[in-house]
């Protein structure tokens, strides 16, 4: 399971899948088909692609337990 505390600090989010969009990361929010939320936004595509990596590493290390992600600043 993933929580994710957005970048803007005004959610925090049970996702289901994320995605690399350009220079944004969004996740699609558990229990929902269509409703895909913005993470994060950053200053490159490259930024967003660390941001990804740094969330999947998370999770591979607590792979038994409920993982919470505080999306960086920058």
Do not use: C
């Amino acid at each position: 399971m993933l929580w994710i505390f957005t970048q803007n600090q005004q959610s925090f989010v049970h996702v289901h899948e994320i995605t690399v969009a350009g220079k944004k990361i969004e996740g699609m929010i558990a229990g929902s088909d269509t409703w895909v939320k913005t993470l994060g936004k950053y200053d490159s595509n490259d930024r967003a692609a660390e941001i990804l990596e740094d969330i999947v590493k998370t999770i591979e290390a607590n792979q038994d337990a409920t993982v919470t992600y505080r999306m960086p600043n920058q």
